[in-house]
């Protein structure tokens, strides 16, 4: 189901408070732990927030060897952020492939014949692979804050069928009732996810290479569930 992740990962806060409490003076001279999530069948006090999809999306900057460059949108399918005592414990962002757009100043009709392209089996392959999704699998909290961010999320990126960890910085805000998540921009090579058209000389000549590195950037609104 959609959504089982996160109604078998909910870790209560009590087991949270007690494995930090645990690590005394340790823990603050040697910074924040990182938070290992678990699949633990319990209704917990962690918090569950789910994504707002009208206020989410997932931005992105292509560039080709001559420094020339694209840049474009995702929206999100879905999503989910646990969170307990204040901290993010655990979450899943879902990308709807289908919904890229692009947003450089290239023309109307140049806009549509480069995302079809992307969306094609040269690249993406939406109509196999609609959903790309990140799962959280380990919370770094970062305090002080470094470069603007205050968590390190790791995880498993699952894009065109091929599953790969990662990790993402990004500034965790509490806005009210809300939880906002941008990252900063970050870069993941497109190649390690079978993403290698227009990749060095193997895929394309001259002007028409395409850097490996793609650059992410992420705007991410929670609100409670």
């Known amino acids: ?44 006090k962690a918090q569950l927030y789910a994504i707002d999809l009208a206020n989410s999306v997932a931005n992105w900057k292509a560039t080709k060897i001559t420094g020339a460059s694209h840049t474009g949108r995702f929206k999100m ?29 290239t023309p109307d009709g140049g806009k549509a014949k480069l995302a079809g392209h992307l969306m094609s089996g040269d690249f993406f392959d939406v109509e196999t692979h609609p959903i790309t999704s990140f799962m959280i699998k380990k919370t770094q909290p970062i305090d002080p804050p ?51 058209y227009g990749s060095g000389l193997a895929g394309a000549v001259g002007d028409n290479i395409i850097n490996d590195e793609v650059e992410m950037q992420m705007n991410i609104i929670f609100v409670p569930n």
């Open 77 to 105: 399918d879905d999503g989910k952020l646990a969170i307990s005592e204040g901290k993010v414990i655990a979450g899943e962002l879902k990308v709807d492939m289908k919904s890229l757009i692009i947003t450089d100043d």
């Open 146 to 196: 470094q470069n603007g961010y205050n968590y390190t999320f790791t995880g498993m990126l699952l894009l065109k069928g091929v599953d790969a960890p990662i990790s993402v910085p990004a500034n965790v805000t509490f806005e009210g009732q809300n939880v906002r998540v941008n990252t900063p921009p970050f870069v993941l090579d497109r190649t390690k996810w079978g993403v290698s």
């Open 1 to 44: 189901m959609k959504n089982s992740f996160f109604y078998i990962l909910l870790i209560t806060a009590t087991m949270m408070a007690s494995c930090e409490g645990n690590k005394g003076a340790a823990a603050t001279q040697e910074g924040t732990p990182p938070i290992e999530t678990q699949t633990i069948q319990t209704t917990g």
